[in-house]
């Protein structure tokens, strides 16, 4: 893999590289990001290469280069805001007034200039595909993914993660890590929708199928606990919810419309599960 310093061009749009790079390791992130780090870090951070490009009369372009160790956790620190489907840079990208993020392989970038100008948002994607470019080949999204049904999915909505607090950031469960989602887990969230029918499904991938027992029991007692053998309950709030165990997957469908909703996910879940297991 291509290191991040040999990834950052010289100079273009006449903005040149300004001063030394500065490069940030493992908890040394906290010194650079004050109150984001633990996003990085949680996703197993590896380091990040930062370089500030200058212009006169122009504002300065800032870019990160982060090594997030995979193409998985890459994904999932891009994803983790993500609000538009976008593949104009690398394997996955979103612009807002200013700033440019994508990822691509095992890397996540970022590449702001404040306040945007015409010829600072040109150099902003310029710089953005010449990165890009410089990382040889894609990486492979996370496996997990392919256990979400694809019917009505709302693919921005995809949220990967392996520590329980993003759950919480994304959809509130529990104080408590009550559904164990660690490191040695895989957890995606997402939104479906199809008409007046919604819902929001939360798949978990555990190690083996004693510690998805273990956590699906913890969930029904704290969360649950009227599920007994139906296949979904409605909830004080009107909504409908329902967990399923396949082998060690986890899958658990929230904030539905209607039970056939709930049923509907749980089965779609079930069958792609099963269908991995043939092909092991």
């Known amino acids: 893999m291509a290191s991040p310093y040999s990834l ?30 633990e996003l990085y870090i949680s996703y197993g951070f590896k380091s990040v290469v930062s370089r500030t490009y200058t212009r006169p009369d122009e504002p300065d372009i800032i870019v990160d280069v982060f090594d997030m160790g995979s193409s998985q956790d890459a994904f999932g620190v891009f994803a983790h805001s993500r609000e538009i489907i976008d593949d104009t840079v690398g394997q996955g990208s979103q612009y807002t007034t200013g700033l440019l993020l994508f990822w691509k392989n095992r890397y996540f970038v970022s590449v702001l200039a404040s306040p945007e100008t015409v010829e600072s948002k040109k150099a902003v994607y310029n ?93 029904l007692k704290v969360y649950l606990p009227d599920l007994d053998e139906q296949p979904a309950v409605r909830l004080e709030d009107d909504t409908w919810a329902g967990c399923r165990r396949s082998d060690s997957v986890l899958s658990i469908v929230l904030n539905a419309q209607s039970q056939e909703t709930v049923v509907g996910l749980l089965d779609a879940v079930q069958t792609k599960v099963a269908e991995r297991k043939s092909v092991e």
């Not at 273009?12 to 010194?31: I, Q, R």
């Not at 890009?132 to 019917?151: F, Q, S, V």
């Open 127 to 219: 710089i953005g595909r010449a990165v890009a470019k410089a990382i040889p080949e894609d990486g492979p999204l996370p496996d997990i993914l392919g256990l979400l049904p694809g019917d009505a999915l709302i693919e921005e909505s995809i949220r990967y993660f392996h520590h329980y607090v993003w759950l919480n950031s994304h959809y509130f469960i529990a104080d408590e890590n009550i559904l164990r989602i660690d490191d040695s887990t895989d957890a995606v969230l997402a939104k479906y929708t199809e008409g007046r029918a919604r819902g929001i499904l939360l798949v978990i991938d555990y190690p083996d199928i004693a510690a998805a027992k273990t956590a699906q029991a913890g969930f």
């Open 8 to 37: 950052l061009p010289a100079e273009t749009n006449g903005w040149t590289a300004s001063g030394e790079d500065t490069v940030y390791k493992g908890n040394e992130l906290y010194t650079y990001i004050n109150g984001g780090a």
